[in-house]
């Protein structure tokens, strides 16, 4: 399981996931789909397109990576995950492919999350890469639209080191003839998407030269997004989020719609569906983990950013905040570029170092060592709910306290 070990249990090559989707009767071919890649927003992204074709009435499926508490949230049928009972009769079904086959816990996954589409009689269904786009087990898919969100350094010991080579491997999700939706331009990786769409006969449209967004903090974890279309038109939204990625991946997903509308065979949405979709999309498809609000006086927020993009961007969203003292309980996995990301953390804040509880958890006292040398000062502890509790204890009802470092870190505290 990639999610707890990590390289080791990665499995490159499209032919497993292919023979378990065969001995299921192809299940993946009975609804249309929407394929999303990307280094950073693809989950966001992915949720609020499923909010919207929820708000028109749809039966959506949803496959997100990976899982915070529970291992159904990979799965989730208008924002409600499958059932358990549907968990334990699949793998009894399956089980002669997997003697067989051998695969890995990802291509399970993605298999079963098909197969509980289908069972669903989705009318269309919104699929998350896992990692990368080329080799990734749901790249089996045709979708009636590719989105890539955004391209930075992340998983490069696996998708190369530089941002050429690791956009030639999302870009891999680009098929013969299908759209693809790029959400953020970048003149090192503009240049490989369009010689791959070009190759495919892909229409190619970049969410940020189509659509500008600007964001005002309302209060109440809430967030004014001001949309400027090309032609001048204006919309406003306000978004269940603080999140100082929202307008980046609210661009993208309203691209994405455009294009979705122009093609055939596509679910249609009415204006009202767009607008109660993605302004209810945290309610309608339980969207947790990301900039998520666990308490107040002191003010709590967790957001599972972990590569040097994320924490660039988040990191200076929490100093732009208004606080007496910030308190952080750090933890990170073992992969991890770890003086790069430590690099965007404030020397001036107190630090509460920990290890998530998986076996790619590296030991807190490493990452307190290592902290300690870009002078980031704390304390060890024994768990992630424990460091919390003790920034609790120290924080004062104006003060603010950061949860993160790693997905693995936010599940244990939701």
Not at 43 to 55: E, I, K, N, P
Not at 94 to 103: D, L, Q, S, V
Not at 143 to 149: D, G, K, Q, R
Request: aromatic fraction near 8%; charged fraction near 20%.
């Amino acid at each position: 399981m990639y999610q707890r070990v990590g390289n080791a249990a990665f499995k490159k090559g499209l032919g497993n996931t292919t023979r378990l989707l065969e001995f299921l009767g192809n299940p993946h071919e009975e609804y249309p789909k929407i394929h999303i890649a990307g280094t950073n927003g693809k989950g966001t992204v992915s949720h609020m397109l499923a909010a919207v074709y929820q708000a028109e009435g749809y039966t959506v499926g949803l496959y997100t990576s990976p899982h915070y508490m529970d291992f159904r949230e990979r799965f989730k049928i208008n924002g409600q995950m499958v059932s358990k009972r549907y968990i334990s009769h699949f793998v009894d079904r399956i089980e002669p492919a997997i003697t067989r086959i051998r695969p890995s816990f990802f291509e399970i996954t993605v298999a079963m999350a098909f197969d509980a589409f289908r069972k669903a009689n989705v009318d269309i269904a919104i699929v998350e890469t896992g990692l990368g786009g080329r080799l990734d087990s749901t790249n089996v898919i045709e979708p009636l639209v590719s989105v890539i969100t955004n391209i930075s350094f992340d998983h490069m010991e696996m998708l190369g080191d530089t941002l050429e080579a690791i956009a030639g491997e999302k870009a891999g999700i680009i098929k013969s003839g299908r759209p693809v939706v790029i959400g953020k331009s970048n003149d090192k990786t503009d240049p490989v998407f369009n010689d791959v769409a070009r190759k495919a006969g892909s229409s190619i449209t970049y969410a940020d030269e189509i659509m500008s967004c600007e964001a005002q903090q309302t209060g109440h974890a809430q967030t004014l997004c001001t949309l400027t279309r090309q032609s001048g038109s204006k919309l406003s939204l306000t978004l269940p989020s603080e999140s100082p990625f929202i307008c980046e991946n609210l661009t993208t997903a309203l691209v994405a719609l455009d294009v979705l509308g122009n093609i055939e065979r596509t679910p249609q949405l009415a204006s009202t569906s767009v607008s109660n979709g993605i302004e209810n999309f945290v309610r309608l498809t339980n969207y947790v983990g990301r900039w998520q609000v666990l308490g107040q006086q002191p003010l709590v927020i967790a957001d599972s950013a972990h590569n040097e993009a994320g924490l660039g961007k988040t990191i200076p969203a929490l100093l732009d905040r208004e606080y007496e003292h910030l308190h952080i309980v750090l933890g990170v996995v073992r992969e991890k570029d770890l003086r790069k990301a430590l690099l965007h953390f404030p020397t001036d804040a107190t630090y509460y170092f920990c290890r998530p509880n998986v076996p790619r958890g590296l030991e807190a006292e490493t990452l307190r060592h290592k902290a300690s040398e870009m002078k980031l000062d704390g304390k060890v502890y024994t768990s992630v709910r424990k460091a919390l509790a003790a920034a609790r204890s120290r924080a004062g009802v104006q003060d603010l306290i950061f949860v993160g470092g790693s997905s693995f870190v936010v599940a244990e505290v939701l």
